[in-house]
């Protein structure tokens, strides 16, 4: 029977810039009467990684410049929060505007709708930007949830946050590991957000079977799995996103096979996305044109001379 276990760490103690994350880690597998075994994986939150690594970065420090404040005035948000999601950024790709959709569209199924409401009066969007990694996120994955006076941002490079904490954990372990590093992303044209991975080092992130076969021997049009991504959201069923107080899981049962590699290689790079913009754009007058077309040639009972010279496919001549 194929089966994968979950276990959520709950008694690993609030981490402080400098700590040893893995040996933090290893002391909670003691209390719980967890031993890491050959081929387990680590899944942690990035704000947990964040913190051991010391960026954290207090309100009370943080000069907001006038690219900041000129944000913050279009945008109604924090200008210290600003100042440090530019910092982090290569760009900035625009702004998502929850709080206009909200006043706008009507209200936002987000949970109780006068705490949406409150938040979304004090907090209006995220903004949509690129990490110097290349990694395109909300908010350069800065926030200031469970981080008292302060504000998080995602390590300068997780996947090498990922290997250290692995080589750490494979030491006190003695055994083979992985290592994911998960945060929180909104997802693309659906409700919610998920668990994705910014960081990994000892998993196969991706499973490229693009092309193989089905069990009827057909080539299948897809098969390309985010592993890395899968094991985040199963791992943040037991994470939670505010006060569950699970900030590592352990994933057992994961057959590891194939080149493993960083998160860094399931990121889309962010020039893509003006590309696929316009690929989409050109499809879409492509599709109309096409639907008018044949609903012309239909309705006079016969295909238009520039329809036999198309490719649109065998049947174009049968309407």
């Known amino acids: 029977m194929a089966h994968l276990e979950f276990w959520g760490l709950a008694t690993l103690p609030e981490v402080r810039p400098g700590d040893d994350l893995a040996l933090l880690i290893w002391e909670a597998c003691g209390r719980e009467g967890l031993t890491l075994r050959e081929d387990d994986v680590v899944v942690v939150t990035s704000k947990v990684v964040s913190k051991a690594e010391g960026r954290v970065f207090p309100l009370e420090g943080i000069r907001p410049g006038w690219r900041a404040r000129a944000v913050a005035r279009a945008t109604g948000r924090d200008p210290k929060l600003l100042q440090v999601i530019l910092d982090q950024s290569r760009s900035i790709l625009g702004e998502i505007p929850l709080g206009l959709a909200h006043r706008y569209l009507g209200a936002?199924?987000?949970g109780e709708p006068e705490r949406v409401s409150r938040v979304l009066a004090e907090d209006r969007g995220l903004?949509?930007?690129v990490l110097p990694?290349?990694?395109?996120?909300t908010d350069a994955g800065v926030d200031g949830s469970n981080v008292p006076g302060a504000y998080?941002?995602?390590?300068?490079?997780p996947d090498a946050s990922a290997a250290r904490l692995r080589a750490g954990l494979e030491r006190l372990a003695g055994c083979r590991l992985g290592v994911v590093i998960a945060d929180t992303e909104m997802k693309l044209l659906?409700?919610?957000?998920e668990d994705i991975a910014v960081g990994a080092s000892g998993v196969q992130p991706m499973k490229k079977e693009f092309g193989?076969?089905?069990r009827l021997g057909r080539p299948k049009f897809?098969?390309?799995d985010a592993v890395a991504d899968m094991l985040c959201s199963g791992a943040a069923l037991l994470m939670g996103q505010t006060s569950a107080g699970v900030a590592a899981v352990v994933v057992r049962g994961l057959q590891r096979s194939g080149e493993e590699a960083g998160a860094s290689s399931l990121a889309i790079p962010a020039s893509w996305l003006g590309l696929g913009l316009a690929f989409l754009l050109y499809s879409r007058v492509k599709i109309r044109l096409y639907l008018m077309a044949y609903g012309l040639a239909d309705l006079?009972?016969?295909?238009?001379?520039?329809?036999r010279r198309g490719r649109a496919g065998p049947d174009r001549l049968r309407m």
Do not use: K, Q
């Open 300 to 307: 006079f009972g016969r295909p238009l001379r520039w329809l």
């Open 212 to 214: 193989a076969p089905d």
């Open 190 to 193: 659906r409700m919610g957000s």
């Open 108 to 110: 936002l199924p987000l």
């Open 133 to 137: 990694s290349g990694l395109v996120c």
């Open 127 to 129: 903004l949509l930007t």
């Open 222 to 224: 897809g098969g390309v």
């Open 152 to 157: 998080a941002a995602l390590p300068p490079d």
